[in-house]
Structure formats: C-alpha cells, structure tokens
C-alpha cells in the first residue's frame, strides 16, 4: 500500500533544487537527482541514483541503486483540505450478516487535527506531495528524507500519512534522522525480515 508525505508551504521553486541535492548529500550518498524534475509541473517523477553505506545490506554497499517516487504540487486550500479529509472504514458484521453473506458496509470518518495543526494550515497555500511504498527499505528512506529537507527549505509543515504524525520546518529534519537512522542500527537482526521504518509518532 502507498503512503503520501504532504508538505503544506506557500513556495517552493527550482533555484531550491541545487541546494536540497546538497542537503541530501549531508546525509546520504546521493549521486544524481533526476534532471527533468521540477517544482513547476503538476505532477513529476522523481529519481535518485545513490550508494546505501549502511551496515545492514554490506552486499550493496558499492554498487549504484535507482530508486523513484511521484511527487505532485497542486494550490491547498484548507477549507477544501477539511471536506476531503475522510478515512474510510469498514463497519463490523453481526453474524447474521455473515450468515447471508451481505456486503461489508463501509463509512467514511472525518480525520481529526488538532487546533495547533490546523491553525498552522491556515497561513499555508500550496501542497507538494511525495507517494512512495513504506515497504520499501529505500523508498521509504530517501522519500521520509527528501520530505523533510523540503519541509525546512519550504517554512513549512508536513504529514506523514503512514504513520500519522506531523512535523515543522523547524523540526522535521532533525526528527527524520533521529527516526531512520536508531532503526537502521536495529536493522543488522532482521536482515532476512521485510524492513519498514516508522516514524516515531511525535507532535510538532
């Protein structure tokens, strides 16, 4: 299943780009960004070329890795952003539903924010989202990344909708880190194990 990083700003423009590759590049060996990317369309491909120096797959550690996410920026509106906002749940079945094998009935919740969250939303209007695959030990790790050092380049705020948690420009970087890398050192046990990364639920 796909998760987002929302990152909730009022501009974010291409000059940015050379400097967000040279955060990235503080923390991780990023050889190449995709040259066609840009803040300007609706809707990108974003591709990273890069080497993984982590301890946990030695295997790879010297070969060069691919690995790509869409990203789409589009104008926010909260009131909008409020309308929409629904999680969809299914409704548990009495066993005589089960018995005559009626369809599972689904409804749809609004997603709560708390006052804090929504009155920074307020100042904001633009929305860069990144898609990309939890389940996936470098997707989820160079897009949680790269959605943070926008967020602190852009003054804005942003969502991790995996795992429900928000983050400022002042902070998300430092949580992201703190976040990735305490689980990469966990990660040298659980070699032969699917790895996902969740984002420790912190408050902004």
């Known amino acids: 299943m796909s998760a987002y990083i929302n990152v909730y700003t009022n501009s974010l423009t291409d000059e940015l780009i050379p400097e967000i590759f040279e955060r990235l590049n503080q923390h991780e060996n990023v050889l190449s960004l995709e040259q066609s990317f840009t803040f300007k369309n609706p809707r990108s491909i ?27 920026f589009k104008p926010f509106e909260l ?4 309308r929409k906002n629904f999680r969809q749940k299914v409704v548990k079945q ?8 009626r369809k599972k009935k689904k409804v749809y919740k609004p997603i ?3 006052a804090e969250i929504e009155g920074q939303l307020k100042g904001y209007n633009k929305v860069f989202s990144i898609k990309y695959y939890p389940g996936n030990l470098f997707e989820h790790h160079l ?20 795992d ?6 002042k902070n998300a970087v430092a949580e992201c880190m703190a976040n990735l890398y305490s689980l990469e050192e966990l990660s040298n046990g659980t070699e032969d194990k699917p790895l996902s990364i ?6 902004s």
């Open 79 to 82: 009131a909008e952003f409020k």
């Open 164 to 169: 429900d948690v928000w983050y400022t420009h």
């Open 112 to 114: 709560k924010i708390s």
């Open 94 to 101: 009495s066993s005589i539903d089960k018995l005559l094998r």
């Open 143 to 162: 897009a949680s990344l790269f959605g943070s050092i926008v967020t602190e380049m852009g003054l804005g705020i942003c969502h991790f909708t995996n």
């Open 46 to 72: 974003l591709s990273l070329i890069f080497r993984w120096t982590k301890p946990s797959i030695e295997i790879l550690n010297r070969s060069d890795l691919k690995t790509q996410f869409s990203t789409s």
């Open 198 to 203: 969740p984002l420790v639920k912190t408050h």
